[in-house]
């Protein structure tokens, strides 16, 4: 949870600092790393799992509605809030507000997958781990692209989680499991994509250009398991990878660098870095909660 925020808060940055160098010099200098709506919604989930000890749609979406009107400006996109209202004026569900959004397909963005490390840690050795991520999923995100991106990215954590970093890494063990625990065309034929990417030592120009790094969930959360890949024995490696590629900076560095310190663990992420996280202590707590109530 702490790699998936810093990810997230340092991103966020690179929208303005787009070179390595630029990127270095203010992280050298910023006093806090403040995080986005990405990991204010993983608290939020990882809030409602260790309340609940596990998903609860209607509680997972009022922590979410409570949490947003609490700190509206942490760069929510236009659906979450226009959900919650929804909820508050007519007293529908959560999922039925999340399926009248775009034309009533519902979203096919990230914003599932940018959260999902909470779940990911909680359900890790479950085998309903799709289903509980989809619960997870749907009180924003109906859209069977949105969820299937979510649940894929909850696998990779959660196999990273059972990887000795010390040995070799199971790659196509690792993508394997991932294009048969996909349920969509679209995230299958992106996750087949990575998989020749990384086989053929393509660079993330040539990544960026056939995965795409767009809010879409097929193409960022895609791109995200090839900067952890690509760099899988260095979290710092990984987080520049996945943010200084354009795209949806942010929410990329949230999802990579959430299988990076899954595999690598905390050590692996510099202090530098961890003492300027912003909540830090909070979030490390939430970690520890959804751990005690796992064993």
């Known amino acids: 949870m702490i790699g998936s925020a810093l990810g997230d808060a340092i991103g966020e940055l690179?929208?303005?600092?787009?070179?390595?160098?630029?990127?270095?010099?203010?992280?050298?200098e910023i006093p806090e790393l403040c995080y986005t709506v990405d990991t204010a919604m993983a608290i939020g989930l990882a809030e409602a799992i260790s309340?609940?000890?596990?998903?609860?749609?209607?509680?997972?979406?009022?922590?979410?509605?409570?949490?947003?009107?609490?700190?509206?400006?942490?760069?929510?996109?236009?659906?979450?809030?226009?959900?919650?209202?929804?909820?508050?004026?007519?007293?529908?569900t959560y999922s039925d507000a999340a399926a009248r959004m775009f034309k009533g397909m519902g979203s096919f963005g990230n914003g599932a997958a940018m959260r999902i490390t909470p779940a990911a840690l909680f359900f890790?050795?479950?085998?309903?781990?799709y289903e509980?991520?989809?619960a997870a999923s749907r009180v924003t995100h109906v859209h069977p692209v949105g969820v299937d991106g979510a649940a894929v990215l909850a696998l990779a954590i959660s196999s990273a989680l059972r990887f000795e970093s010390t040995e070799e890494f199971p790659f196509h063990d690792f993508m394997g499991s991932l294009i048969d625990f996909a349920r969509t065309a679209e995230i299958r034929k992106k996750l087949e994509q990575v998989?020749?990417?990384?086989?053929?030592?393509?660079?993330?120009?040539?990544?960026?250009?056939?995965l795409g790094s767009?809010?879409?969930?097929?193409?960022?959360?895609p791109f995200a398991l090839y900067s952890f890949l690509s760099?899988?024995?260095?979290?710092?490696?990984?987080?520049?990878?996945?943010?200084?590629?354009?795209?949806?900076?942010?929410?990329?560095?949230?999802?990579?660098?959430?299988?990076s310190g899954a595999y690598l663990g905390i050590?692996?992420?510099?202090?530098?870095?961890?003492?300027?996280?912003?909540?830090?202590s909070y979030i490390e707590h939430l970690a520890f909660v959804l751990e005690d109530i796992i064993y």
């Open 14 to 28: 690179a929208f303005l600092n787009p070179e390595k160098g630029l990127l270095e010099d203010i992280l050298s």
């Open 51 to 92: 309340q609940s000890a596990g998903i609860d749609e209607r509680f997972l979406g009022d922590t979410f509605a409570a949490n947003y009107f609490r700190e509206p400006w942490r760069g929510y996109a236009a659906g979450p809030p226009a959900i919650f209202s929804a909820v508050k004026k007519e007293g529908t």
């Open 124 to 129: 890790y050795d479950s085998e309903e781990l």
């Open 132 to 134: 509980q991520v989809s």
């Open 195 to 210: 998989h020749d990417l990384f086989v053929s030592s393509a660079g993330p120009e040539r990544a960026k250009g056939l």
């Open 214 to 221: 767009s809010v879409a969930v097929q193409e960022s959360m």
């Open 231 to 259: 760099h899988r024995d260095s979290y710092e490696d990984c987080l520049f990878c996945a943010v200084l590629n354009g795209g949806d900076r942010d929410t990329i560095g949230a999802m990579a660098c959430a299988v």
């Open 267 to 280: 050590e692996a992420i510099p202090w530098k870095w961890k003492e300027k996280l912003e909540n830090r």
